[in-house]
Nanobody, 117 residues
Framework: QVQLAESGGGLVQPGGSLRLSCAAS??????????VGWYRQPPGKERELVAT???????NYADSVKGRFTISRDNAKNMLYLQMNSLKLEDTANYYC?????????WGKGTLVTVSS
């Protein structure tokens, strides 16, 4: 199994930026071989996909964040990142790191991003 730990959340004004990080530990082979991504869950709403990235750095983004967020990974450092720019009030959510490996989902505990003026 692999353990995931998110960091980088906080309070930011609309239009601001944050960079989220996800550190993987344990079975690093899983992390390096798998598609990984970021999900988020706004207050009172369902968890939704934000972005994914494959082991060879192919990316996919939700329409709501396309052009504003950038997902990246550093397998050598066992890290996953989400650069968030031009943040909107609607981006307020708990953000979760996710790894999908042969039908098994691994999740971090989340980091809270609050966009407010």
């Amino acid at each position: 199994q692999v353990q995931l730990a998110e960091s980088g959340g906080g309070l930011v004004q609309p239009g601001g930026s944050l960079r989220l990080s996800c550190a993987a530990s344990g079975n690093i082979f899983i992390f390096r071989s798998a598609a990984v991504g970021w999900y988020r869950q706004p207050p009172g709403k369902e968890r939704e996909l934000v972005a994914t990235i494959t082991s060879d750095s192919r990316t996919n983004y939700a329409d709501s964040v396309k052009g504003r967020f950038t997902i990246s990974r550093d397998n050598a450092k066992n890290m996953l990142y989400l650069q968030m720019n031009s943040l909107k009030l609607e981006d307020t959510a708990n953000y979760y790191c996710n790894v999908k490996f042969y039908g098994t989902d691994y999740w971090g505990k989340g980091t809270l991003v609050t966009v407010s003026s």
